[in-house]
């Protein structure tokens, strides 16, 4: 009995699927029409979640991580019971708050005042509750200039903002939050990053769907991999993040391809791909120019969309660096990893036309190669600096 009271959410056998028709009529004349000709409406099944059981208990911070199309927003949509499930069973013990769809429930016509007190009432929060916490709200958001403007005048930034204060304001025993980690700028993202932190430290249960590794080993007590609507994995958040770092990079490269009208460019990381700061990191660059102006190959270190660190060989007078020719040559990026604090970066190359100073060719320039440094020393700092520390050679 003991075990089963320290139960928040039980997840048992659940599976969804939902009814794809192959003959969508979106008019009650086209309905009429094919039933006049007796066509029949068929239908295929898509199979969202296959047979998912795990189980959250009380005070855990859970992350449940995966790739586009798994169905992680399916399962977390079925905990907040927006879908049932096709079968098997889902228990929740508690009252539960979801973060899913942040400002349903907003009217554009009103006033971002109004809609404070509209939404706190969708809470369950009555006119005297709200008006305790306007204050509150409106300077977590940073938006007291804008409260007396109607909402069809914010941004969608504003407006997330806006729903994301209301909505922490709820009174629950567990919170579900799909991807909140994105909302804002990045100044907004830190006061989210210390509202985690706070629910982390208060024991309180949270489910949390995302793609940020680093938030999963940072906030997560424990954390579970989807991969084609089962589980794959579940467990330690660092296990959890390592393979679903593997799994994206197994699929980037998957989806490389080359252009025979641009110079040929690419970049793995050798080796391992999580390393702490003890290690070197190395990364094999290859390039091939078209014809025989002065290209070099460079790389530089991307920290939430933050270049923190860059090595140019012209920069630095590695004239050996500088190729002149069209066969394909292998460049070796080192970096010693001494000076970096934990976090999740990605590994950026780039090929210059030296006399130009254009860059003609990049690697990774939207996604760059992840590589994740855990800091084994006492810091709970994340990041990087500014400064090279990195070699670089050609192969001959």
Partial sequence: MARRDNIAIKVDHASKSFRLPHDKQNSIKGGLISLARGKKRTYETQEVLKDISFEIKKGEFFGIVGRNGSGKSTLLKMLAGIYTTTSGDIQINGSLTPFIELGVGFNPDLTGRDNVFLNGALLGFNREEMSEMYDDIVEFAELERFMDQKLKNYSSGMQVRLAFSIAIRAQSDILLLDEVLAVGDEAFQRKCFQYFAKLKRNKKTVVLVTHSMESVRKYCSKAMLVVDGRVKLFGDPNEIADEYTGINLLQEGAKEKVDTHKPMLSAKIVGKRTLTNEDTLKVEIKYKALDTR?????????????????????????????????????????????????????????????????????????????????????????GGLLINHAKMRLHK
């Fill in 294 to 382: 002065p290209v070099t190959a460079k790389a530089y270190i991307d920290f939430r969309g933050q270049a923190i660190m860059a090595t140019n060989p012209v920069l630095l007078g590695w004239d050996e660096m500088i190729t002149r020719d069209t066969k394909q040559h292998t460049a070796m990026y080192e970096l010693s990893l001494e000076n970096f604090n934990k976090g999740e970066y990605k590994v950026v190359a780039l090929l210059e036309d030296i006399e130009t100073k254009v860059n003609i060719a990049r690697y990774g320039y939207e996604g760059g190669s992840t590589v994740i440094v855990i800091d084994n020393r006492d810091t709970s700092s994340s």
